[in-house]
């Protein structure tokens, strides 16, 4: 930063603000197993960095941490994490009368952390200091040096690692110019979370406005059925009675062979209709990515980085564009390769593959949603309504607890034609002209003399621009001419 003071440009830089953003459809929430952080706490991160900072870097034992790092890498700015844990216990240690010194979280990644208190006596240098050091096994070390002993408590909220609970004034000693404490942290345990963890996450996710992509990383391998199917179907309803949000759900790590993929993926199909269906697509096989833990490569469900380039793409081409034929980063190969009349199968399971084009790398090939109807077959119109629902939203809340009367009826219109006519304009609509493309009505149609006043019902109709999943070219080959290739 130069000065203010002399002639010249002045910088100063400031931090981007982290405010929600409802509008966005590109946010995504993470539900799953990290190494520390709080336990059912949603937790928005802007980085991979953050991830570390606030969750801890992965240690293998989930795979929500490695999900994380794809979406970052494929192109996602801005994610929360909802931490799903069992009733795990907190490493602690007691220093001196009355003090505790406590894991910010539950957990074993605590144990055996090492804190160092010093005290230092006033002297002619200065009044009297307290120094914490604290080392946690595979974290980075935190130093809080020269604090004044009644700010300890409090400066000790900004480490990651521990807090200093007090019963009672800090304990000074007397007639020492020095004093150090060392204190091993202990007793932490982890606890695998069962399907009312997962249902509360799932919930706590519903009233979370920013996330419009859902994804469950771990779910595949901490519930079994019918557990798991119990909680997919709880998500679904949420998301669908939502009409904002995708769920990206993942083929459990358990099953590989074609004929068990295909079963599982039915079974879903014949639990729900085709607005629960809609609501949720199912890309497969999982990836090989980086270990980033030591050398080598692990298998990762594909559910992050798929988030990630659908996010990635959200802010290139809109998120009506199918988020498709688009290369996967991050990850080097994958878990599971099927020769393509099994990949047929699948696809005709309305499961979205990755495939590994020769030249090209991993690709997302393709762009359906788990239902059969056309209606909300493709991942593209399904997120085309997830962006205009939010967009009404955002213009008709001001407009609740008006005075309903024919103005606050064309003020409506206005500002839902408004929302429509700016996605005709992006080519998410079909129809060459906006009278082609949508029709919004709110008059005494829909809004009869006797309906109850305390309502106004405003009724949307759009045709969404179809995305084009095959193309035909037709050979024809005469003698008197040579090869024609004619697209149809």
Known sequence: MTSAALPGVSLTVVPRGSDTEPLRTDVAVFLGRTRRGPVGTPVRVESWNDVVGALGPPDGSSATPFALRGFFENGGRTAWVLRISGPAETASAPWTDGYLVVATSPGTWANGGRVTIRYQASTVAGPPTVTVRVLVPGEPAEIFAGMPPGEVVDRLTASRLIRLVPDGPLPVPTGQLSMTWNVTLTGGSDAEPGREEYASAVRTQADLPEPALVALPDLGTDLTDPARTEVVLELLRSAADLLDRLVVLDVPLGLSAVDDVVAWADSLANLGDDALLGAAAVYHPPLRAPALIGPGLRTVPASGHVVGLVARLDGERGAHHTPANAVLLDAVDLAIENPEPQLVRLFNANIDLVRCVRGRGLLVWGGRTLSRNPRTRYVAHRRLV???????????????????????????????????????????????????????????????PEQDPGMLVCELEFAPAAPMEFIKLRLVLGQDRGLEVIES
């Open 386 to 448: 997830h962006l205009l629902v939010r967009a009404i939203r955002r213009v008709t809340n001001p407009l609740v607890f008006d005075v309903n009367s024919p103005e606050l009826r064309l003020t409506l219109v206005r500002a839902l034609t408004s929302v429509l006519l700016e996605a005709f304009r992006t080519g998410a609509l079909a129809g060459a002209r906006p009278e082609q493309a949508f029709r919004v009505v709110c008059d005494e149609t829909n809004n009869p």
